[in-house]
């Protein structure tokens, strides 16, 4: 049963924030603070490899759920990868095979937290634990987080302020698009229109009603400072550490 097939009647979810959706939170927390670890300290070529082998996971797994989906007969519009996460895999699929400024800052200035959010307010809790479907949704979440974490962590991605108009120029062909599909096939791809239920989202939109695009464009700046600050506090600390090292001693 995909995230937006019908569910026949009863209960069938595992509930948001149930012990079966913390539980699970729990075990992938660990399994990527395991990968972080062992990233930083692989030698090169193995870090190379991790970086292919999560780049190509991650997409496979949207792939398999895409054929999956459509071989059940299920297939519609709002299947298509279009979301904020679907973005964060194919940039993450880019970046393995080619990083740059162009991948890396989307990573952490959208991906990141992007992902964190879809795991933690999960949409498909109306699901079954043991269904397919539920698992490659929250495999295919940790996969990005994880991706980016160990690159992070290892010193691979910087974020700097400086490039966030790279963000905002990827982040507007994205979004861009998913307006036009929403426009199409009457779809909320990116949530353009109604704030996922039991997420943030969700009291936002009710608080902020016709300005509810406006008021997420001004929370994602702030979230952007918040995120910024301390890599700018960080690099401005370096930067007088090495002038202060490269003065004539008088």
């Known amino acids: ?46 870090r190379r490899r991790l970086q292919l082998t999560f780049g190509w996971t991650t997409l496979m797994l949207e792939v398999l759920r895409q054929i999956g989906i459509a071989a059940q007969g299920l297939y519609d519009p709002s299947y298509i990868p279009l979301h904020l996460c679907a973005m964060a895999e194919f940039v993450i699929f880019v970046d393995c095979l080619h990083s740059s400024r162009w991948t890396r800052e989307p990573l952490y200035a959208l991906g990141i937290w992007g992902a964190t959010c879809a795991l933690v307010f999960a949409d498909w809790t109306n699901r079954p634990i043991f269904n397919i479907y539920s698992w490659q949704a929250f495999l295919i979440h940790a996969c990005i987080v994880g991706y980016i974490l160990m690159r992070l962590v290892a010193g691979e991605i910087v974020p700097t302020w400086r490039n966030l108009w790279r963000v905002v120029i990827v982040m507007g062909c994205f979004v861009g698009v998913a307006a036009w599909a929403n426009a199409v096939f009457g779809t909320d791809f990116w949530y353009l229109a109604t704030g996922s239920p039991g997420s943030p989202l969700e009291p936002i939109q009710n608080m902020t009603g016709a300005y509810y695009i406006p008021a997420l464009a001004v929370l994602l700046i702030i979230l952007w400072v918040i995120m910024y600050t301390p890599w700018g506090l960080h690099a401005r600390h370096v930067t007088k550490a090495e002038k202060a090292l490269a003065a004539p001693v008088s």
């Open 1 to 46: 049963m995909p995230q937006d097939a019908p569910l026949p009647p009863g209960n069938w979810g595992f509930g948001l924030f149930s012990p079966t959706h913390l539980l699970v939170l729990a075990i992938l927390a660990v399994g990527i603070a395991v990968l972080v670890v062992a990233y930083k300290r692989a030698s090169a070529p193995v």
